[in-house]
């Protein structure tokens, strides 16, 4: 049986490292994924385990093993290095014994194989045809997004929620903002269903919030704009009919947000023809709130005219989106 190997850090996994792995599968019987875990890195070695499970859940052929590993032990560098790979092919010649192939898309892979007296195979080492690296996801999600894995786009999305009772903003803001961040707008499901809030039934509910999760799902951008959610079409099931629609948890975890910004209802009621009046209007405001309390859902409210409310928004998701950032900074990328 031919037993081959790659390693790297895997931060994150991207489509490059999958081609990578799909290319090695070509090569041998067996293919170990070895994950290198450095005690000096932030990102959960889970966490990267499980992409490549996702993304390979379907290949028998493949392990994917986690090696963590104490820097101050073992060296690690970015830069191509005899010494530092002569160290860590003892390593590998005794975590794997009875591998003879070692696939990689580095200059270092051909030493590391000579030094364990195996079989080095390169794999685009000029990356020609996967153009992304993990620094280059690091530095710019927004570039580097149609690079990666359905798996690590799940868990990198970040998603934004406009919340409010009706004449408040939400649909205009989501779209000013959405143009701002260059993210996803995903407008609220509703109107596209019921075309006047004094004439809709529980069934229209259930069709919202159906059509609603279906639409966030189909969004593919690291940021998503969300006008309305799950909370609020279970609102107004309870403000209109006192009955509350019964949702499963899969449709809760689809809506989950990372941000919630509820819109006050400061600003002058217009009413358009199909919204309710604007005594229904704050009651119902008292309903949204109720109900985002019930589910123990942490929000921050929004005030003020149009432009301050813009403002408020954008500073809110500017912390989130440099915190998102930050968090994806780990340390230096080595060994892929």
Known sequence: MRKAFVFGKFMPF???????????????????VLICVSDQETMPAVLRKTWIDETFKEEQRVEIVTYHYDENIL???SVTSASISEVWAVVFKELLPDYSILITS?????????????THIPFD????????????????????????????KATMVKKVVILGTE?????????????????????EAGRDIVENSHHFSMEDLYSIAAAHAKSIQAADAPLLIIDTDIHITISYGEF?????????????DI??????LYLDNDVPFVQDGTRIDEAARNELDGSHR????????????ISGDWDERFEQAVGLINRLVNFRSQGANFSSVTHN
């Open 75 to 77: 060296p690690s560098s």
């Open 14 to 32: 991207h489509k490059g490292h999958e081609a990578m792995i799909r290319f090695a599968l070509t090569k041998c019987d067996f293919l170990t």
């Open 255 to 260: 809506n989950k947000g990372d941000l919630y």
């Open 290 to 301: 109720k109900v985002l309390e019930k589910y123990g859902i942490h929000y921050d409210v």
């Open 106 to 118: 580095e200059p270092y892979g051909e030493l590391v194989a000579g030094y364990m007296g195996i």
């Open 167 to 187: 004449s408040t903003g939400k649909t205009t803001l989501t779209g000013r903002l959405a143009a701002h961040f260059k993210a996803a707008a995903i407008m």
């Open 125 to 152: 080492p000029e990356r020609k045809q996967v153009p992304v690296s993990a620094t280059m996801v690091r530095n710019n999600l927004w570039e580097a997004w149609p690079y990666l894995p359905d798996s690590v």
């Open 240 to 252: 209109t009919f006192g009955q509350t629609i019964q949702i499963e948890n899969y449709v809760f």
